[in-house]
C-alpha cells in the first residue's frame, strides 16, 4: 500500500461520511471496494466522475477497485432525493449503456494489474435468474420496512409519493453488496453523499446474514460556489463521451470555472500532488488574469477523458476564438470541432463548382446574403477588418478550393468577433 487513503481523501475534500473502524480496515489489509454506477445513458457524464476518482485513488493506495454497472438496478432506478420517479429502461438499452460505460472506465482504471487489477462487474449478472419469491423469502425478511422508512432519501420522497418498485431499489442496492461481499471479499462501498442510506443498508443486511463486517464512505455531492448544480451548461450535462459533449466544449467547461470553484475541482478531479497544488495556487494567486489553476485542471482531465491531441486541438480552437490562432491551426481542425468552436455563427453554402475557377469575395458575400450588398463588403475590405481563414485580405480578394479548410468550410471574419462559415459543398 503506496498511501494512506483516508488521508489522501481527506487533504483532497473527498470524504463526506465514513463508518468507524473505515481507516483501520484500510490499514490493516488490501481491501476491495466499489462503487455503483446507474447506467441510465451511454456515457458517464462528469458528476459520476468523484466515484470514479474514488475508484482510482483506492487502487493507487493499493487496493483493489470494483465498478457495479447496475444493468438490473438501472431498470428500477434510485429515487434517493430524485423529485419524480425516472423511465424505465429496457433490457437492451441497459445493456448498450453498460457496453459504453465500460469503456469509459477503462480509461481510469489498471485492469491488469495481477495484484490489484479493476473490475467491472454488471449485477444484472447475478439478478437476473434471482426470483422474486426467492428473494423476498431469503433477503427481504433480514430488513424491516422501519428501518428502510428512517433513511432522508426515502423519507423526502414520501411526500411526492414513491412507488413499491423504487422502495425495493435500497434492498436490491444491499443485496449487491452482500453478493460482493460472498463473491469477492468487498469490505468497502463508496459512493456520493446521497447513497449512505443505501450502502449501510448493504452493511446492516451483511451484518445479519453473514455476521460479517462492512464500511461505507462517502464523498461529497459536488455543486459550484453560487450553488448551482456542478456539470450542467446551458446545452445540459457535460459528457465523457465526444459524441454528446465535443473535447473543446469539455476542455471550455473547466477553462471556465470560477477560481473558488477550481481551487476544489482540482484536488477531486486530478492526480496533481499536494505540492504541486499548493505551488500551482500561489502562482494562480499571483496572476489570476492568466488562470494558471484553470489551465492546469483542464488539461489534466481533458488528457485523461479524452486524448493529449485533443486537448492540443481544443487549445488550438481556443486560439481561434481568441485571435491569437495561425491559418495552420484552422486548417488543422476537423468539421466536428470547427462547429463546437463556432456554434451559432451564421452559415452559409456555396457550390464547389461556384469558386472552382476563383470566384470574388465581394460577389460571393453579397450573393449568399453573408453581407447586405457588394457595398458593405467594400468598405469593410477597404477598412482592412475582414480576414479569410484567419489572414488578412484585401478588395481583390478571390476565393477558389485552395481556401476550403480540411473541414470543408472557409472562415470568414469581420473585425474581432464576427465569424461567418462558408460551406462548400
Known amino acids: 500500500m503506496n498511501t494512506n487513503l483516508v488521508q489522501e481523501l481527506k487533504w483532497r475534500?473527498?470524504?463526506?461520511?465514513?463508518?468507524?473502524?473505515?481507516?483501520?480496515?484500510?490499514?490493516?489489509?488490501?481491501?476491495?471496494?466499489?462503487?455503483?454506477?446507474?447506467?441510465?445513458a451511454d456515457s458517464l457524464h462528469i458528476g459520476h466522475l468523484v466515484s470514479v476518482m474514488l475508484l482510482k485513488h483506492l487502487q493507487?493506495?493499493?487496493?483493489?477497485?470494483?465498478?457495479?454497472?447496475?444493468?438490473?438496478?438501472?431498470?428500477?432506478?434510485?429515487?434517493?432525493?430524485?423529485?419524480?420517479?425516472?423511465?424505465?429502461?429496457?433490457?437492451?438499452?441497459?445493456?448498450?449503456n453498460v457496453a459504453c460505460i465500460r469503456r469509459?472506465?477503462?480509461?481510469?482504471?489498471?485492469?491488469?494489474?495481477?495484484?490489484?487489477?479493476?473490475?467491472?462487474?454488471?449485477?444484472?449478472?447475478?439478478?437476473?435468474?434471482?426470483?422474486?419469491?426467492?428473494?423476498?423469502?431469503?433477503?427481504?425478511?433480514h430488513i424491516t420496512v422501519n428501518y428502510m422508512m428512517t433513511k432522508d432519501s426515502v423519507k423526502k420522497r414520501l411526500e411526492t409519493g414513491l412507488s413499491f418498485t423504487e422502495f425495493s431499489y435500497q434492498l436490491l442496492q444491499a443485496y449487491d453488496y452482500l453478493t460482493l461481499y460472498r463473491t469477492k471479499g468487498c469490505r468497502l462501498q463508496m459512493g456520493g453523499s446521497d447513497q449512505w442510506g443505501n450502502i449501510t443498508t448493504g452493511t446492516e443486511l451483511i451484518r445479519r446474514m453473514e455476521g460479517g463486517e462492512a464500511f461505507a464512505l462517502t464523498c461529497p455531492l459536488i455543486t459550484k460556489a453560487d450553488g448551482t448544480k456542478?456539470?450542467?451548461?446551458?446545452?445540459?450535462?457535460?459528457?465523457?463521451?465526444?459524441?454528446?459533449?465535443s473535447p473543446y466544449k469539455f476542455y471550455q467547461f473547466w477553462l471556465n470555472c470560477s477560481d473558488i470553484d477550481t481551487a476544489r475541482y482540482i484536488r477531486i478531479f486530478t492526480l496533481l500532488s499536494k505540492e504541486e497544488i499548493e505551488a500551482l495556487q500561489v502562482e494562480h494567486d499571483a496572476a489570476p488574469e492568466r488562470r494558471v489553476l484553470q489551465k492546469a485542471l483542464a488539461k489534466d482531465i481533458?488528457?485523461?477523458?479524452?486524448?493529449?491531441?485533443?486537448?492540443?486541438?481544443?487549445?488550438?480552437?481556443?486560439?481561434?476564438?481568441?485571435?491569437?490562432?495561425?491559418?495552420?491551426?484552422?486548417?488543422?481542425?476537423?468539421?466536428?470541432?470547427?462547429?463546437?468552436?463556432?456554434e451559432g455563427v451564421p452559415q452559409f453554402t456555396v457550390a464547389r463548382s461556384a469558386i472552382e475557377g476563383g470566384k470574388p469575395l465581394v460577389d460571393l458575400a453579397a450573393e449568399t446574403g453573408m453581407f447586405a450588398s457588394?457595398?458593405?463588403?467594400?468598405?469593410?475590405l477597404k477598412q482592412n477588418s475582414i480576414s479569410v481563414n484567419k489572414q488578412k485580405?484585401?478588395?481583390?480578394?478571390?476565393?477558389?478550393?485552395?481556401?476550403?479548410?480540411?473541414?470543408g468550410s472557409i472562415l470568414i471574419q469581420k473585425g474581432k468577433k464576427n465569424y461567418y462559415l462558408l460551406n462548400v459543398e
Not at 106 to 133: C, H, Q, R, T
Request: proline share 4%; with cysteine.
Open 13 to 40: 475534500g473527498m470524504i463526506h461520511d465514513m463508518m468507524p473502524g473505515t481507516e483501520e480496515q484500510l490499514s490493516r489489509e488490501v481491501t476491495t471496494a466499489y462503487v455503483g454506477i446507474d447506467p441510465t
Open 60 to 96: 493507487m493506495a493499493g487496493h483493489k477497485p470494483l465498478a457495479v454497472v447496475g444493468g438490473a438496478t438501472g431498470m428500477i432506478g434510485d429515487p434517493s432525493f430524485k423529485a419524480a420517479e425516472r423511465k424505465l429502461l429496457t433490457t437492451d438499452e441497459v445493456q448498450h
Open 104 to 141: 469509459q472506465l477503462e480509461k481510469f482504471l489498471d485492469f491488469d494489474s495481477p495484484v490489484n487489477g479493476a473490475e467491472i462487474l454488471n449485477n444484472y449478472d447475478w439478478m437476473k435468474d434471482y426470483l422474486f419469491l426467492d428473494f423476498i423469502r431469503d433477503v427481504g425478511k
Open 230 to 245: 456542478f456539470g450542467k451548461t446551458e446545452g445540459g450535462n457535460v459528457w465523457l463521451d465526444p459524441e454528446k459533449t
Open 302 to 342: 481533458t488528457v485523461r477523458v479524452h486524448s493529449l491531441k485533443d486537448y492540443e486541438a481544443a487549445v488550438a480552437a481556443s486560439e481561434l476564438l481568441f485571435g491569437k490562432g495561425t491559418a495552420e491551426q484552422l486548417n488543422s481542425l476537423d468539421r466536428a470541432t470547427l462547429l463546437s468552436v463556432f
Open 374 to 380: 457588394k457595398g458593405e463588403i467594400r468598405r469593410e
Open 393 to 407: 485580405v484585401g478588395e481583390d480578394c478571390t476565393l477558389g478550393p485552395a481556401d476550403i479548410l480540411f473541414c
